[in-house]
């Protein structure tokens, strides 16, 4: 089962170091040419004129924490796409550029999964609801 909890917005970005030295892409064919910071995903997911269009980054660097992948583009070293809540603030300082906004994907979310049964417990329901009450006093999540 799978319970959306709450809404996201991906953004891609870089560093200015990086960008000074590498370009910023265009479009989303010349992402390939670029250095690209990967997390838990294979994929980044993007708008294009509302089609879905995936794209498999390349890079020497994969990692599974999503504050470490931050933390390499904040160094320069590639490109990145992470949720607004990595990015918001590094982003509003200066220290990432946001990319390609355009074509940033629609409907992504924060989502709650759990093995489905007949009877969810009530401690999981409980669970859901503290969490979407809780990130729905956050701005970033209105």
Not at 9 to 29: I, N, W
Not at 116 to 124: D, F, S, T
Request: glycine share 8%.
């Amino acid at each position: 089962m799978a319970t959306r909890i709450a809404p996201r917005v991906m953004h891609l970005c870089a560093a200015p170091s990086y960008l000074e030295r590498h370009g910023s892409p265009d479009s989303l064919t010349s992402l390939g040419s670029h250095q690209c910071l990967t997390g838990t995903s294979d994929h980044w997911l993007f708008d294009d004129n509302g089609q879905d269009w995936l794209f498999r980054p390349r890079g020497r660097w994969r990692c599974n924490s999503g504050f470490s992948v931050l933390d390499a583009a904040l160094r320069g070293f590639g490109l990145c796409q992470l949720p607004d809540y990595y990015v918001r603030d590094p982003v509003a300082e200066g220290r990432l550029v946001s990319l390609l906004d355009r074509h940033r994907p629609p409907n992504t979310a924060v989502w709650a999964v759990y093995p489905q049964k007949r009877h969810v417990p009530a401690k999981v329901h409980a669970a859901i609801r503290h969490l979407k009450d809780g990130l729905a006093r956050r701005q970033e999540y209105r």
